[in-house]
C-alpha cells in the first residue's frame, strides 16, 4: 500500500482541488496559485490566480500527475478581470461544465460557465456570469436523478457576507462577530454574536447547466437539537463547500476559514438541513484549508492542499491526497495529514 498522505502535483503551486471521476480517471480541477507580488490582506488580495489547469490520474496513489495544460484563462473571459478561483466540473449528456468564480471589472466576485468536449478542456468560457450569481467557491454535485446543484460562497475576501440572508445581515460596525469588510473595503460588518452563521448557498442549475435554475437557498448546518450553528462557533461555515453521498445520505463538507478546520454535516436532501457531525480534517500550515472527497476504485479519498512546501506562504498552496474511512453509523473517521 503506497504511503499516503502524498502531494499530488509538485512541480507546481495549486491549491483548491474539486476531484472528480469521469470515464474511469480521476480529474482534478485546482486553482493555480502563483507569485504576483501583491501583499497579504484579509481579503485575499494575494491571491491572483489567472489560469486554471486540469491534472488527471489513473493510480492516484502512485502515478505521477498528466498535467493537460492550461484549459482556460481569464484573458479568455470577456466579463471577468482577475481572480480566477475556486472551481469546479460537471458533466451533462457527454459534455464538461467548468463553473469557476473570478472579479469583475468592478472587484465584484461572481461564478462563470466554461464548456468542452470532454474533462481534459480546453473549456470555452460564456461571454457572462451566470445571472445573480455572487461570490466564491463553487462546487457542483450532480444527483442519481440526473440533476445538478451548485454549492457557493465564502466570507471577507469572497464576499458573502455583502448579501445577508436568512433575516440575518451583518451592519456596519465594532462589536460582534467581524464577517469581514464592507463594500467600501474600510468598515468592518459584523454580527451579533449569538446569531445564525452566515451560510452557504445551493441552487438548482438550469437544464443546459449555464444558469441558475431557481433562486439560491441557504444551506443550513445545524446542531443536534436542530439550531443553526452560531456565527461565533469556530466550525460554522466560512468558505468552500462540497457535497457528496455514501449510503444514501448527503454530506455537506466546507472549510471553517478563520478557525481553519474542514467540517461536515449530514442531511437526507442536496438541500439540506445538514446536521453537524465534526471535523474531518485539523489545520494545516497556511491560512486556508481547502478540500473534496470522493470515491476512486473503492477507496474514499481526501483531497486538500497545504502550504509545507513554499514555508508557509499562505498564497503557494501544494495539492495533497489522503484516504477517508468511514465509520459503522456513517460518521467520518478524522483524516490524518501527518
Ligand atoms: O484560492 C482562493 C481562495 O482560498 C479559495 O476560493 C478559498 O476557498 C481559499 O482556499
Request: charged share 25%; with cysteine.
Amino acid at each position: 500500500m503506497a504511503k499516503l498522505p502524498r502531494y499530488l502535483f509538485p512541480k507546481d503551486y495549486m491549491a483548491d482541488p474539486s476531484a472528480n471521476v469521469f470515464n474511469g480517471k480521476l480529474y482534478v480541477y485546482p486553482s493555480h496559485d502563483r507569485e504576483s507580488g501583491e501583499a497579504f490582506d484579509d481579503d485575499g488580495g494575494h491571491f491572483q490566480m489567472k489560469d486554471y489547469h486540469v491534472l488527471s490520474f489513473n493510480d492516484v496513489e502512485n502515478d505521477e500527475a498528466t498535467d493537460h495544460g492550461v484549459v482556460l484563462d481569464v484573458e479568455q473571459v470577456a466579463w471577468a478581470e482577475k481572480q480566477m478561483w475556486d472551481n469546479d466540473v460537471v458533466e451533462k449528456d457527454g459534455k464538461y461544465y467548468l463553473i469557476f468564480s473570478a472579479k469583475d471589472y468592478n472587484g465584484v466576485f461572481h461564478l462563470g460557465v466554461a464548456v468542452a468536449d470532454c474533462p481534459e478542456g480546453p473549456f470555452v468560457p460564456e461571454p457572462q456570469p451566470i445571472r445573480g450569481s455572487f461570490s466564491i467557491d463553487p462546487s457542483v454535485f450532480k444527483d442519481d436523478d440526473g440533476q445538478i446543484y451548485c454549492y457557493f460562497g465564502g466570507l471577507w475576501g469572497g464576499q458573502l457576507q455583502w448579501y445577508g440572508d436568512n433575516g440575518v445581515t451583518p451592519v456596519p460596525g465594532e462589536q460582534g462577530v467581524v464577517m469581514g469588510p464592507a463594500p467600501d473595503k474600510k468598515t468592518p460588518l459584523v454580527l451579533q454574536e449569538g446569531t445564525p452563521a452566515l451560510p452557504s448557498r445551493v441552487v438548482r442549475m438550469s437544464d443546459d447547466v449555464k444558469q441558475f435554475a431557481e433562486a439560491p437557498r441557504p444551506v443550513l448546518v445545524v446542531d443536534k437539537d436542530g439550531q443553526p450553528l452560531k456565527a461565533d462557533d469556530p466550525h460554522r461555515f466560512f468558505e468552500a463547500s462540497w457535497m457528496h453521498k455514501y449510503n444514501g445520505k448527503y454530506y455537506f463538507s466546507y472549510s471553517t476559514g478563520d478557525s481553519h478546520y474542514l467540517c461536515y454535516g449530514i442531511g437526507d436532501n442536496p438541500y439540506g438541513p445538514f446536521t453537524y457531525q465534526g471535523v474531518i480534517l485539523d489545520p494545516v500550515v497556511g491560512w486556508t484549508t481547502h478540500h473534496s472527497i470522493v470515491e476512486f476504485k473503492g477507496q474514499w479519498y481526501l483531497f486538500y492542499h497545504d502550504c509545507v512546501p513554499s514555508n508557509d506562504k499562505t498564497w503557494l498552496r501544494s495539492l495533497k491526497v489522503q484516504r477517508l474511512f468511514y465509520n459503522e453509523d456513517g460518521t467520518i473517521q478524522k483524516v490524518i495529514n501527518e
